[in-house]
């Protein structure tokens, strides 16, 4: 597995390369390497400012604004995050920084596949809706949100390789921990009003959702990602075509200013930087659609274990979670004090959380936990939960949710060939020191 590393590490050890996998700068003959459209606006954004020469700008050069800053990677507008190793920029949150009931947008995670477009400003933005429709649509943010019923929701968003690090052996991509999870409020319109004032089809199946992004490439005929989802899905309630993010405009990260959330399903189905949905009487067949890609096999395999591509299914309901935000693992407790108040979320997918247990002796006991109700369907559910150490030591707590299907966190969870779907049970270390 490969060491995740720092900006600053990047750049001291192949600074041409670092400024190709961060900000996607090619480099020509004389070695300048002109930064310009989405690389150039990816590094305004990591300094907080425009660069007027940026011309001029030596291939390599790793920005004094960055250099000089105490974390590894600034993104204005975010703080905290875990930049992983690959490109584009792509960032996961701390267990403790998700303590919120409402993710902030500063803690909200990064997960892009291909690289942001240059500009994210609502004017002139246009979404057009065709395909399986009686009539082709087209609307600006502003004619959504004067046309149909404007809604807020608290819906948790969540990547499909969450946890890939946990398996064993490795799988390819980026290797996120457990931080690939946010649940912020969420305004916009639902998808299934914009789509039956199209008119759907009954040949209608399937969604296809098209973004402004651009592909690692630099090629205009590649596309980084185009996923969607079944019709079914598309006309859930809770299914939004939103432009706002905790009452703000959404970060430029997070695909501001018009994405889809899907809720309870990969992030890969929430198109980020939205400008089509077209509906369509197959499968969609676009990028990142077709196995292995964002898929499981639909039987068990032995880990590390090649799997044909006709033994895969696309994942839709992610799996049942949770995970303990407070306190941070490594927690001491003050001497003489053998109590501890521990809490988290739970969530899972289409479902809802009915149980939340707790163990600090490695399973052999649990201790249920308070479980409160979502405000809404496909919000993450807050738990709390006391603990009594019988004695001084290190322990562990481990935290394990139970939907109403009766499916429960696993410790070690199926393996598959491209780390999807990881739920195994969330552990922080704890010392008693008397």
Known sequence: MRKDRGLRELYEQD???????????RTGPDRRGFLKGAGLAAMGLAIGGAIPFSRTMPAGLIPAALAESVEDFVIEGKNGLRVLNDKPVNAETPPHLLDDDVTPIAHYFIRNNGVPPESTSPQGWRLTVDGEVNETLNFAISELADRFEVVTLRLQHECGGNGRAGFNPPASGNQWTTGAIGNAEWTGVRMRDVLNAAGVKDSAIYTAHHGADSHLSGDPDKVPISRGVPIWKAMDPHTLIVWRMNGQDIHPMNGAPLRILCPGWPGSTSQKWLTRIQLRDVVHDGTKMSAPSYSVPYHSVQPGADVAEADFKIIESMPVKSLITSPRSGHHLPTGHRKLRVRGHAWSGDDVVTKMEVSYDFGA??????????????????????????????????????????????????????????????????????
């Open 15 to 25: 600074p041409i390369a670092a400024d190709e996998a961060v900000f996607g700068r």
């Open 365 to 434: 006991t649990w201790v249920t936990a308070d479980l409160h109700a979502p405000p809404n369907p496909y919000s993450w559910q807050r738990w709390e939960a006391e603990l009594s150490f019988p004695t001084k030591g290190y322990y562990e707590i481990w935290a394990r949710a139970t939907n109403d299907r009766g499916e429960q966190q696993p410790f070690i969870p199926p393996w598959n060939p491209k780390g999807y779907l990881n739920n195994a049970m969330h552990r922080i270390a704890v010392m008693v020191p008397a």
